[in-house]
């Protein structure tokens, strides 16, 4: 029995099946290498001779990515999961919500070349590259994004710096992003009482009180009790007024 593909590749095939392309379909040769890049799929067939294939899928732009980018980061539990090497399901609708589609989902998206003679589209060739891709997809989510030009490192980086410079959660929270205090993040200011800081006010329990909880010194100096000896020392160095 057939596993079941997990949602990614089985997503693509429906976007690649709405675009004309059917899958599975009878592939012809081998599929010697595969190359995912930014809008563009290469690779190399190897049958009666070796031919060369290429997929073209529109690729975003800077502009377009910085708002998925931002989107995604918005969304702490689709970070977690970005992080972990997952692509977790909403992340499709988050393409949506800025009006980008994860998957193809028109043909002018998509062009197809291939260096055989032959005139179907796409050919035998081709089938077989895309039925390559789909297994590259499967074992990696993050292909789909590599194709719309956001490869697996390059978005985490990016994430993680999102993550590192964001504003506030909470609307009415108007404290500054870390990274702009991290200059002065582990700096204490003046110590309270110099340098014109205002004074800590002191406790209300007496200077001494420790002294009244320590148990009987087994020592006495001159016949007087250690910690008689000692409250005038505790009271001077608090400001306090003796007895």
């Not at 789909?134 to 990696?140: E, L, P, S």
């Not at 980086?157 to 410079?165: A, D, G, I, V």
């Given at each position: ?128 590259v895309f039925s390559a891709l789909v297994a590259r997809v499967g074992d990696d989510p ?102």
């Amino acid at each position: 029995m057939t596993d079941p593909l997990p949602w990614w590749p089985a997503r693509f095939i429906r976007a690649l099946t709405a675009i004309g392309v059917l899958l599975p379909a009878q592939g012809q040769g081998r599929v010697v290498s595969l190359a995912v890049g930014a809008g563009r799929v290469e690779a190399e067939v190897q049958d009666s001779r070796q031919y060369q294939v290429r997929i073209g899928l529109t690729a975003f732009g800077k502009t377009d990515w910085a708002a998925i980018t931002h989107a995604l980061a918005a969304k702490a539990s689709t970070t977690v999961l970005l992080l972990r090497g997952e692509l977790p399901r909403d992340v499709e609708e988050t393409f949506k919500a800025v009006r980008l589609p994860l998957f193809p989902s028109s043909a002018r998206e998509v062009s197809l070349d291939c260096t055989c003679p032959s005139a179907e589209v796409p050919c035998g060739h081709l089938n077989a590259v895309f039925s390559a891709l789909v297994a590259r997809v499967g074992d990696d989510p993050f292909t789909v994004l590599a194709l719309r030009g956001r490869n697996r490192e390059t978005l985490l980086e990016e994430l993680k710096n999102r993550l590192m410079s964001a504003g506030p959660l909470d609307p009415g929270d108007r404290s500054p992003a870390l990274t702009e205090v991290m200059d002065t993040f582990f700096d204490s200011g003046a110590a309270p009482g110099l340098g014109g800081a205002a004074p800590l006010h002191r406790p209300r329990t007496p200077s001494d009180a420790l002294l009244d909880q320590a148990p009987p010194f087994p020592i006495t100096v001159g016949g007087e009790d250690v910690a008689e000896l000692l409250r005038p020392v505790y009271q001077a160095l608090a400001g306090e007024d003796g007895p």
